[in-house]
């Protein structure tokens, strides 16, 4: 299934596009898409009744804005060099284990929502990544089975970053990732029976309609199901919480200088095969 949520932002409804590519309101059947209705496998089953059964009320998609298709997220985990083709365009060792950092959940907003650049900011940074929604909760996994069974979907994840925040000025990475509007997300989250291989979605994003970055999760170092098992090593996992996976080459991080970090007017445009398309304008802070 295909879920999302639509709306003006803070009164979004769920919402769902059906096979046919129409969108149906779901607010009938279940009051929003959240960590509570992934672990829920009775409300799951009738979202999917109804789905099938073609009888959900039609929306008008026309002008509608599709907002995060999560609800209250937990925690949002992101892993740091994922990718052995971005390791090697930044000049970095690949890492022994996986490089793990967080963004708060307030940095998420709608897949085509306005990215605001902070002040200041010289570095501002594109990243297009797979998105992993946990539906399960996870703590000490032993196997990658046992990780790719807590999963609910994927989404796409816009990981915006302010790499002079993030690398010269101190401290850890968090201050260059949590930059308000830092996580644009959507638009729908695929259900995890949807996405055969994780390990085979293409990832492409554009700056002002030039293609930047043109990637497949065939290059991450840890696979979706390794991040999820060893994320839970260290933190419980709950339904809700998102691990963003790393990003391919082609950021302009790793670009010849003078490198073409984002300036307010700038408009970035991303998708992930299967996941669905963003597109957001830069503007200042």
């Known amino acids: 299934m295909k879920l999302l949520r639509v709306g003006t932002a803070g009164s979004e409804r769920p919402a769902l596009l059906d096979a046919e590519g129409i969108l149906r309101d779901l607010s009938g059947v279940v009051p929003d898409i959240d960590g509570a209705l992934l672990a829920d496998d009775a409300a799951l089953g009738r ?12 929306l008008d998609a026309d002008g509608l804005r599709v907002g995060p298709p999560l609800a209250r997220i937990g925690k949002i985990v992101c892993i740091g060099l994922n990718y052995h083709d971005h390791a090697r365009e930044t000049g970095a060792e690949p890492p022994a284990e996986p490089v793990i950092f967080f963004k708060a959940a307030d940095t998420v907003v709608g897949p085509d929502d306005t990215v605001l650049v902070p002040r200041g900011s010289v570095k501002t940074d594109w990243e297009v990544e797979l998105a ?3 539906g399960r909760t996870a703590r000490y996994l032993e196997s990658h089975e046992e990780a790719l069974a807590r ?21 850890t990475w968090d201050k260059g990732k949590n930059c308000e509007t830092f996580n644009p997300l959507g638009p729908w989250l695929v259900t995890a029976d949807e996405v055969s291989d994780p390990q085979d979605l293409s990832l492409k994003l554009w700056l002002n309609g ?3 970055q ?20 260290f933190m419980t996992l709950y339904p809700g919480d998102v691990i963003n996976t790393g990003t391919p080459a082609g950021v302009a991080l790793g670009q010849p200088e003078p490198k073409p970090y984002l300036r307010a007017g700038d408009v970035v445009e991303l998708e992930i095969g299967g996941l669905g398309r963003q597109r957001q304008e830069f503007k200042p802070a």
């Open 47 to 58: 979202v999917r009744a109804a789905a099938e059964s073609g009888e959900l009320p039609v």
């Open 151 to 171: 999963v609910a979907g994927y989404a796409v994840a816009h990981d915006v970053s302010e790499r002079e925040f993030q690398i010269e000025r101190g401290g």
């Open 132 to 134: 992993v929604v946990i």
């Open 210 to 212: 030039e293609l930047k």
């Open 214 to 233: 043109d990637g497949t999760t065939a290059e991450q170092i840890f696979s979706v199901a390794e991040v999820v098992r060893y994320v839970s090593q």
